[in-house]
């Protein structure tokens, strides 16, 4: 069996090789066939708000800074200075006109062009400036979420999303008519593998198991909201690994339902509002400020998670780190957007009601898969109602992720 | 009520710190005013930490609920919770408003579970009211040595 075949084996539709999580080779060959082969999501254009504004980020284990050069395009350069390796930025978002190499001075501008060497007569003829820019990815971006690729020749962002495109357009809605913006991130690392998290955010079964504690901090009327088996939710395989997860179907789109009563948690900051909006501004707020109500999982790092940004990044087969971003209304209400921060802080991030209970189970699952090593991870739930319904519970999301998994290591 | 002075501020704190390693929650929680806030920062140097994102920004209703989830037992990362042993020192008074006596120090925590022992270093800020019972806790804000760097679940409190 040559290797393709070897890989395409391991990941069978109802189930994949425990392996999958824990043989290293297996984890670089994902790095080579999928992280430097697909798009990867790198930023999001909020967090470059003007000319000349930067962050770091990675493509697979490559680092990388994003720009916005000084005529506003957005740029994604290896972080390697083209003389002997070394970084060129490490600070890890700001604003600079140059990117300085600070072990020889090699400065290069915001799109990536060599427009200075110290002492370059010592190179006489030999260097031209033109032949070492940083090297620079491709870009493509889609309502304001950034991607990139090494690969000049795959197919366009937007064919690459395809039918995603319609789920990230309602996910935007929650910006209630201010647009979006990153407003700030929560970062934690968790000794497993980073399917292991992919496969957690299209997977509502352990929501009731593992968030009970959760569950039980909110007050009536919000823990029936997170009853999220039981309100007729579905999910969706929308291809190229990449699934959509109804939990809420009446958060599906937040344009809806506008005379719908406000919830008891929301009636302070209606009130508050309503001190400077209109009745119909006011509904239009508060119903986004909690989020929408499903996860769409982008095949291979990033997902737009109810109210948040998840992003991943693989580090090593048994390491990963998670982002998760918090998102605000840009220009919207002070108080609707300090809502949003603490309902983010309540369930998310290193000591958030929610993620640490995540983690630990993640982390369970990397100590339990160091056991039999001829066992397999099931994924066979719901697996009779086909690809693209039922319950919410289903692995539908799970299995579509591994059937582009397949798909890539197989090529 | 009696004016607070560095020694008694230490002694408040040791003891504070001895009952988040014991996990007596209950009397932890009674340290503190009604108003204050337990606040746990993604940026170090946020001028209003309200307006911004933070690991933890907890009003009281929060630190009750928090404690709470902590004693459950349905908390995966909670039950069992880690090991932890705390040191505090390096204690300097620092200015601050009418009546609240501003202590910074260091805090090192080391945590034991699963075969792994890490460490959390920070700077924390208390702000110590006088109160009946002798001192409450208006403010602590924990500034981690890098908490705007990836962090770990964490089962216990800071």
């Known amino acids: 069996m040559d290797q393709q075949s070897a890989y395409a084996a391991l990941a069978r539709e109802d189930r994949v090789h425990t392996s999958l999580y824990t043989d290293p080779a297996i984890f670089d060959a994902e790095m080579d066939r999928i992280f430097a082969n697909t798009w990867v999501w790198v930023a999001h254009a909020s967090e470059l708000p003007t000319p000349n504004s930067y962050k770091m980020s990675h493509v697979g284990l490559q680092p990388v800074v994003v720009t916005r050069d000084k005529e506003s395009q957005l740029h994604v350069l290896l972080n390697r200075c083209r003389h002997r390796a070394a970084s060129v930025c490490e600070q890890k978002r700001g604003r600079a006109q140059m990117f300085v190499c600070r072990y020889h001075g090699w400065s290069y501008d915001m799109t990536g062009r060599l427009r200075a060497v110290p002492y370059a007569a010592g190179y006489g003829t030999e260097l031209n400036k033109e032949d070492y820019p940083l090297v620079s990815l491709r870009v493509e971006t889609y309502a304001g979420l950034v991607f990139a690729t090494m690969r000049d020749d795959i197919q366009p962002l937007a064919e690459y999303l395809g039918p995603a495109r319609a789920w990230i357009d309602l996910f935007m809605k929650q910006g209630a008519g201010f647009g979006i913006k990153v407003a700030g991130e929560h970062r934690f690392r968790f000794p497993g593998n980073w399917k292991i998290q992919l496969e957690n955010t299209t997977d509502a079964y352990h929501f009731p198991i593992v968030h009970r504690s959760f569950l039980t901090s909110l007050d009536e009327e919000t823990e029936g909201q997170f009853d999220v088996l039981g309100q007729g939710g579905w999910i969706e395989d929308l291809g190229n690994g990449h699934s959509v997860m109804v939990m809420i179907p009446d958060l599906v789109d937040l344009e809806a339902n506008l005379d719908a009563p406000i919830p008891e948690r929301f009636q302070d900051l209606a009130a508050e509002l309503a001190k400077t909006h209109a009745p119909q501004e006011v509904r239009r707020i508060v119903r986004a400020v909690g989020g929408t109500g499903f996860n769409i999982n982008l095949f291979p790092n990033v997902a737009c998670s109810m109210a948040f940004f998840r992003v991943l990044r693989p580090i090593a087969v048994n390491e990963t780190e998670i982002a998760h971003m918090a998102l605000g209304m840009a220009g919207g209400p002070e108080a609707a957007n300090q809502a949003r921060l603490r309902l983010h802080e309540h369930f998310q991030g290193p000591m958030g009601f929610g993620s640490p209970d995540d983690a630990e189970g993640w982390e369970r699952v990397q100590r339990g898969a160091a056991a039999g090593d001829d066992l397999w991870i099931l994924l066979n739930r719901g697996l009779a109602q086909g690809s693209n319904t039922g319950d919410v519970s289903a692995e539908t999301g799970m299995r579509a992720a591994y059937r582009m998994w397949r798909r890539m290591m197989a090529q | ?158």
């Open chain 2, 1 to 158: 009520m009696t004016a607070i002075s560095l020694p008694s501020a230490m002694e408040f704190i040791w003891l504070e710190a001895d009952l988040l390693d014991s996990h007596d929650y209950a009397a932890w929680l009674a340290l503190w005013t009604a108003t204050g806030h337990y606040i746990i920062p993604t940026e170090r140097d946020a001028e209003d930490y309200a307006a911004v994102l933070n690991v933890v920004y907890d009003d009281q209703e929060m630190r009750e609920a928090r404690v709470k989830r902590l004693q459950s037992g349905l908390s995966m990362s909670a039950s069992p919770a880690a090991r932890t042993v705390r040191t505090v020192s390096r204690f300097r008074a620092m200015d601050g408003a009418a009546g609240v006596f501003v202590v910074r120090c260091a805090q090192h925590i080391v945590e034991y579970k699963y075969d792994r022992t890490r460490m959390l270093a920070a700077d924390v800020l208390f702000w110590l009211v006088p109160a009946a019972s002798g001192i409450s806790l208006q403010r602590k804000v924990v500034t981690l040595i890098n908490g705007d760097d990836a962090l770990h679940g964490i089962g216990y409190l800071l």
